[in-house]
């Protein structure tokens, strides 16, 4: 899902090696000629989101909590710009800066949340509309030839919009851009933009989003 910072002084993410997540219930998330180094081979995570979404990632294992959640907002196409936490084991994860009694997502690679025995876990985004992802770290069946992770894999279904008013008020928006007699349809289209298809997925546009946001070239 998303993946934090394994970012140097610049800013630039440095290249840990793959490992790979995978989404479901929302969104979700290796090659034999890929040189065997620390983190490899990748890990696939489940991730599960309201609205039965999915997005498949590949997540090198070295990389952050943080990075983890940058992920999944660029391959959700969210902008991250409310806020987030990770349950692992009943302790949470998130930016201390921004909240109370959380751990530094920084300081946990996914590496380190696999050798506790973990592989489920949950990622929360946004306290008010509360999409609460379950996150599963499974092995990757093969890696990806170009070796550019992070890297969106499979995907389902298009992304909520941004305070929708979490999964049931995604269901309601739905459920008006589906009847043109509603009262508010006009202005349910106008808001989300017309064109909005539910069932839509482009996993170019998944990993064009991730490229930008980590950087890859």
Same mark, same amino acid.
């Given at each position: 899902?998303?993946?934090?910072?394994?970012?140097?002084?610049? =800013?630039?993410?440095? %290249?840990?090696?793959? !490992?790979? *997540?995978? /989404?479901?219930?929302?969104?979700?998330?290796?090659? $034999?000629? +890929?040189?065997?180094?620390? =983190?490899?081979?990748? %890990?696939?995570?489940? !991730?599960? *989101?309201? /609205?039965?979404?999915?997005?498949?990632?590949?997540? $090198?294992? +070295?990389?952050?909590?943080?990075?983890?959640?940058?992920?999944?907002?660029?391959?959700?196409?969210?902008?991250?710009?409310?806020?987030?936490?990770?349950?692992?084991?009943?302790?949470?994860?998130?930016?201390?800066?921004?909240?109370?009694?959380?751990?530094?997502?920084?300081?946990?690679?996914?590496?380190?949340?696999?050798?506790?025995?973990?592989?489920?876990?949950?990622?929360?985004?946004?306290?008010?509309?509360?999409?609460?992802?379950?996150?599963?770290?499974?092995?990757?069946?093969?890696?990806?030839?170009?070796?550019?992770?992070?890297?969106?894999?499979?995907?389902?279904?298009?992304?909520?919009?941004?305070?929708?008013?979490?999964?049931?008020?995604?269901?309601?928006?739905?459920?008006?851009?589906?009847?043109?007699?509603?009262?508010?349809?006009?202005?349910?289209?106008?808001?989300?933009?017309?064109?909005?298809?539910?069932?839509?997925?482009?996993?170019?546009?998944?990993?064009?989003?991730?490229?930008?946001?980590?950087?890859?070239?």
């Amino acid at each position: 899902m998303s993946f934090g910072r394994g970012a140097s002084h610049d =800013g630039q993410l440095k %290249r840990p090696a793959p !490992q790979a *997540l995978e /989404g479901t219930r929302g969104p979700t998330w290796p090659h $034999p000629s +890929e040189p065997a180094r620390s =983190g490899w081979p990748p %890990r696939k995570l489940d !991730q599960p *989101l309201a /609205g039965k979404l999915a997005k498949v990632e590949l997540i $090198p294992g +070295e990389m952050t909590l943080g990075d983890l959640h940058e992920a999944i907002q660029a391959a959700m196409g969210w902008d991250g710009g409310h806020l987030h936490a990770f349950d692992i084991a009943g302790r949470q994860y998130g930016d201390p800066d921004s909240l109370d009694e959380v751990a530094d997502e920084e300081r946990l690679t996914l590496n380190k949340v696999l050798n506790t025995g973990v592989s489920r876990f949950t990622y929360t985004y946004d306290f008010g509309d509360n999409w609460e992802h379950t996150v599963l770290i499974e092995r990757p069946r093969r890696p990806l030839e170009a070796g550019r992770y992070p890297a969106c894999i499979a995907g389902k279904r298009n992304c909520p919009p941004e305070d929708c008013g979490g999964p049931w008020g995604y269901e309601d928006l739905l459920a008006v851009l589906a009847d043109p007699a509603h009262p508010e349809y006009l202005e349910r289209v106008e808001w989300v933009g017309e064109g909005f298809d539910p069932e839509a997925f482009a996993i170019e546009e998944a990993n064009a989003r991730l490229a930008e946001r980590f950087a890859l070239t």
